[in-house]
């Protein structure tokens, strides 16, 4: 079976959503669901393979909201109006315009999205009781234990900043997904083989066993099981695009669902009455009829409902959002051992964090064993080596 790309993308949503998703956030700034109420995306699902748009235009604000709001912080603003105070352009430092951009945008990358090594490493990826130290694996255990351990006086011995660890993890989080997004768009499948390996992490970290094998067998079957022309089908034929604009690629398999629900239409009107010969008909004419129709729409200039995307100005909710988040300075490092009160003792590695790394790793090398050994391309490929 083919695994479908087009489900890497809301099946990851799924298993941040497990991680960074809490209903009971309301009162942390900058949480998911404190901005969702903030900026009144009611319909934003628990779920979000209940409702992938709503989520997916959230998700697009909240993005937005977070690359602004680090970047004022980077550049020492208070608001989007005011001077930068630090990395500024100086002509001296950077030769030109396009220079000073990329090194400047590095470094915002490599400061908030990009966690350092040892927050991936597994070491810090653990949850520690901000006020007694005791480690925790699961969020919901570190929630009760401080509901019922700790009383609001206690003292806290923890200097760890969670909320900023909470709100960088947010950032690449959301990076990656407007990334994959992109990359579906442009129809770059090289990029989304590379996208693949951070979903591996996710789905593994998530204890979503299906979807971690199905991504490292589409992995392994690009990397190494494959002929070298398969792999490169693989990869480069999977979009389809009828618009012909750069960004109006879309998956085969999605392609082919909208060209069945053409088809359906057109077998409706055979009023139940099917036979071999109607059926026929129908399939080789649908398609021709479509595009006819579709042409009559745009003379008579009528609008279709699909086609009409986009919904209001996003600006002022996301600068609402970018006002609480400067407000409360989720992007500057402080040293109180502040946190979240629905996410205590957050590190950077935790969306991603893996308790067994060394089961992990085993895990991979017996699969890639299993799939090798299962290779029905293999014959095809020595063919191909001689
Ligand atoms: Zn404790």
């Keep these: 079976m083919e695994f479908q790309k087009r489900f890497v993308f809301p099946f990851s949503l799924q298993c941040i959503w497990k991680k960074v998703y809490n209903r009971g956030s309301v009162g942390d700034v900058g949480t998911v669901h404190a901005s969702a109420k903030l900026m009144e995306s009611n319909n934003l699902p628990t779920d979000p393979m209940k409702d992938i748009n709503a989520t997916k235009v959230f998700l697009d604000k909240f993005t937005d909201a977070l690359v602004v709001a680090a970047a004022l912080?980077?550049?020492?603003?208070?608001?989007?109006?005011?001077?930068?105070?630090?990395?500024?352009?100086?002509?001296e430092e950077h030769a030109d315009s396009l220079t000073y951009v990329e090194t400047v945008i590095g470094q915002l990358v490599d400061e908030f999205a990009l966690p350092a090594e040892e927050d991936i490493s597994g070491v810090s990826g653990e949850l520690k009781c901000p006020k007694c130290q005791k480690k925790y694996n699961i969020m919901?255990?570190?929630?009760?234990?401080?509901?019922?351990?700790?009383?609001?006086?206690?003292?806290d011995q923890d200097t760890h900043d969670a909320v900023f660890a909470h709100s960088c993890s947010l950032l690449t989080m959301c990076l990656i997904c407007h990334d994959f997004t992109d990359a579906r768009q442009a129809g770059d499948g090289e990029r989304i083989i590379r996208l693949m390996k951070y979903m591996l992490l996710y789905f593994r970290s998530s204890g979503k066993t299906k979807y971690s094998l199905q991504v490292l067998r589409q992995l392994a079957q690009v990397k190494c099981l494959l002929t070298?022309?398969?792999?490169?089908?693989?990869?480069?034929?999977?979009?389809?695009?009828?618009?012909?604009?750069?960004?109006t690629n879309v998956e085969l398999d999605r392609a082919c669902e909208a060209s069945n629900l053409v088809f359906k239409t057109h077998a409706r009107s055979l009023h139940g009455q099917v036979t071999q010969k109607a059926i026929n008909r129908v399939s080789r004419s649908c398609q021709a009829v479509d595009k006819i129709l579709r042409h009559v729409d745009k003379d008579c200039k009528r609008k279709i409902a699909a086609s009409k995307r986009g919904g209001r100005d996003a600006t002022q909710d996301v600068l609402k959002l970018v006002g609480a988040l400067t407000h409360d300075r989720v992007f500057r490092l402080s040293a109180d051992g502040r946190y979240h009160k629905s996410f205590p003792g957050f590190t950077r590695g935790y969306v991603v964090h893996i308790k067994d790394h060394a089961g992990f790793h085993k895990w991979m090398a017996s699969t890639l064993k299993d799939l090798s050994r299962k290779n029905v391309f293999r014959q095809q490929r020595e063919q191909w080596r001689y």
């Design 73 to 91: 912080e980077f550049f020492g603003m208070d608001s989007v109006d005011a001077t930068p105070t630090r990395h500024n352009f100086n002509l």
């Design 140 to 155: 919901e255990a570190l929630r009760n234990h401080l509901k019922n351990e700790h009383k609001a006086g206690d003292e």
């Design 228 to 247: 070298p022309r398969e792999a490169h089908h693989v990869i480069h034929n999977r979009f389809v695009n009828t618009k012909g604009r750069p960004d």
